[in-house]
């Protein structure tokens, strides 16, 4: 499969779950990144990673944690979310600093209940 | 403190048309402005950029303007197709890994 793949496309979970989202790229990228949009609301970045190794964190709650095992899969674990968590999380990558165009997953539809 | 402005919510362009969409911003180290398109239940995608250090690319019926002393960018699609019909987002690039969405304008395209 090409591009940037995002499982699972729906989640619905309550305030005590532990659950993760995945994010699997075939382009070769070597920087991935985590966004979230709220309804009515920007995209807002939360986390970069570049050759594995996080390079930004846009002041997100711990309760998002993020996981870069190698350049191809990003994870983001979710704990003790609340309900204003429930938004559209995306997935991106792009080959390094020098490529601005990002590739985006279809995204995962979080709903916190 | 919202960096990136679009304030047009919605855009309503006939069919062959020319579309404008427009995007403000505040920051003057952004070094790299794109526009990305998104569909329903998709991801958005990569449309077209335009570096700081010019004032127009022109990418098949995409064509971006930046106006740098104005703070001001604007994609134009002409003609515009039903199948444009998407929401689209002016993203500029502030250096490192950093890209910053504007809010999106939706555009419709009536047949």
């Known amino acids: 499969e090409t591009g940037v793949t995002q499982t699972p496309r729906h989640l619905v979970m309550g305030m005590t779950n532990k659950k993760s989202l995945k994010c699997e790229q075939h382009?070769?990228?070597?920087?991935m990144y985590w966004y979230k949009q709220s309804a009515k609301k920007p995209l807002e970045l939360m986390f970069v990673?570049?050759?594995?190794?996080?390079?930004e964190n846009n002041s997100v709650p711990s309760r998002f944690s993020p996981e870069c095992p190698n350049s191809s899969h990003l994870f983001l674990h979710l704990h003790t979310l609340q309900p204003e968590d429930s938004a559209l999380y995306l997935c991106?990558?792009?080959?390094?600093?020098?490529?601005?165009?990002?590739?985006f997953g279809s995204g995962t539809r979080l709903t916190v209940v | 403190d919202q960096q990136v402005k679009q304030n047009s919510p919605s855009l309503s362009v006939q069919e062959g048309r020319i579309s404008i969409l427009n995007c403000d911003y505040t920051n003057s180290m952004f070094d790299y402005f794109l526009w990305y398109k998104k569909y329903p239940a998709e991801g958005p995608t990569f449309l077209i950029s335009i570096s700081s250090i010019k004032d127009k690319n022109e990418d098949g019926r995409f064509t971006v303007f930046l106006n740098k002393s104005a703070k001001h960018l604007s994609l134009h699609i002409v003609p515009s197709q039903p199948g444009d019909s998407a929401v689209y987002f002016c993203?500029?690039?502030?250096?490192?890994?950093?890209?910053?969405f504007g809010a999106g304008t939706r555009l419709f395209v009536k047949a």
């Open positions: 382009l070769g990228h070597n920087a």
């Open positions: 990673y570049n050759f594995k190794e996080q390079t």
């Open positions: 991106a990558s792009s080959q390094g600093i020098l490529n601005y165009g990002y590739t």
């Open positions: 993203a500029p690039h502030t250096g490192g890994f950093k890209t910053i």
